[in-house]
């Protein structure tokens, strides 16, 4: 059974830091592009980062740029989503999700989705 499972989210204050797991059970992740997106209260879900399979070529759109990074790590089957600097409007659900190429970042090119972790940035 495919399964993709978030975890790490929390409370933590701006400026500070929070690293997303994504862990993948029932097929192998390092053969797929895997998708970060966030969905705050009343707006639509957005692509935040993602990283190709193979070549592991990353994407991050511009408001994370600098403060987000994604890897991944094969022999765990898990992709990480290291997340610095954070600040309010970073706050969302985070979900990670799977896809044949890493581009469009959009939710409907994407496919196998976890659960989602909650992520609030505040003081």
């Known amino acids: 059974q495919v399964q993709l499972v978030e975890s790490g989210g929390g409370l933590v204050q701006p400026g500070g830091s929070l690293r997303l797991s994504c862990a993948a059970s029932?097929?192998?992740?390092?053969?797929?592009?895997i998708g970060w997106f966030r969905q705050a209260p009343g707006k639509e879900r957005e692509g935040v980062s993602c990283?190709?399979?193979?070549?592991?070529?990353?994407y991050y759109i511009d408001s994370v740029k600098g403060r987000f990074t994604v890897s991944r790590d094969n022999a765990k089957n898990t992709v990480y989503l290291q997340m610095n600097s954070l600040k309010p409007e970073d706050t969302a659900i985070y979900y990670c999700?799977?896809?044949?190429?890493?581009?469009?970042?959009?939710?409907?090119?994407?496919?196998?989705w976890g659960q989602g972790t909650q992520v609030t940035v505040s003081s």
């Open positions: 990283i190709s399979g193979i070549s592991d070529n990353t």
């Open positions: 999700a799977t896809a044949e190429a890493p581009l469009p970042l959009e939710p409907t090119s994407y496919y196998y």
């Open positions: 029932g097929f192998t992740l390092a053969n797929y592009a």
